[in-house]
Structure formats: C-alpha cells, structure tokens
C-alpha cells in the first residue's frame, strides 16, 4: 500500500512559477512509475507528466513540454513538478499517482494503482 500526499497548489498570476511535491508513504517508492494527472472543472483527468522508476525515462504532454519538469528524490520518497510559466489554461486540480507495473503506458490513468487528493492550482490572466 502507498499513500500519496501532494501539497504546493495555490493561486498565482500567468508566467509565475509554482513547485509541486508529492510524498509517498512505503519502502519501495523507487520501485514505481510516478505520473502527475491534472482535472480542470467539466473535463477529463488527463496526464501530465510522469518517470519511469526503472529507466528514470521522463514524459511530458505537449502543452507543458519546456515549461513543467518532474523530477523524483528516492532519499525523500517525494516526487515534485516544476512549473514554470504558468498560463491560466493549467489551472486544474493536480494529482500524483504511483504505479508498481513497469512495462505500462506511462500516459495513461490505469497504468496507475494509487493517487493522492489532489491540490489546486489556479492561475489568474
């Protein structure tokens, strides 16, 4: 069983930055695939970003690519996003997910087993 804990969200303005974390509870954090999904209100959760615990292998949706980096500290069992250059079409709810599978579909949500609460993300024009 892991537990997910995100914190970080918050309002800011278009081209702010803004770092999100993740921690996760369990010994084998290094051993899962770790995505962040973002929901906006009256859409699907689409896929964000994610990391391949095996390869350390990094994915990006198109819209974020140059702009968000995710990036994973084992020691700290904690994986975070760094967004920079916010623009208010990312204001979503943002969630971390762990996978335990390795050969998945990084991008998509059933590659997952477990998810955190989620934390909100707005930004204002």
Do not use: H
Not at 77 to 98: I, R
Not at 99 to 114: F, M, T
């Amino acid at each position: 069983q892991v537990q997910l804990v995100e914190s970080g969200g918050g309002l800011v303005q278009a081209g702010d930055s803004l770092r999100l974390s993740c921690a996760a509870s369990g010994r084998t954090f290094s051993s899962y695939n770790m995505g962040w999904f973002r929901q906006a209100p009256g859409k699907e959760r689409e896929f964000v970003t994610g990391i391949r615990w095996s390869s350390g292998n990094t994915y990006y949706e198109d819209s974020v690519k140059g702009r968000f980096t995710i990036v994973r500290d084992n020691a700290k069992n904690t994986v975070y996003l760094q967004m920079n250059s916010l623009k208010p079409e990312d204001t979503a709810v943002y969630y971390c997910a762990a996978g335990s599978r390795s050969i998945v579909p990084i991008r998509q949500l059933s590659s997952y087993d477990y998810w955190g609460q989620g934390t909100q993300v707005t930004v204002s024009s």
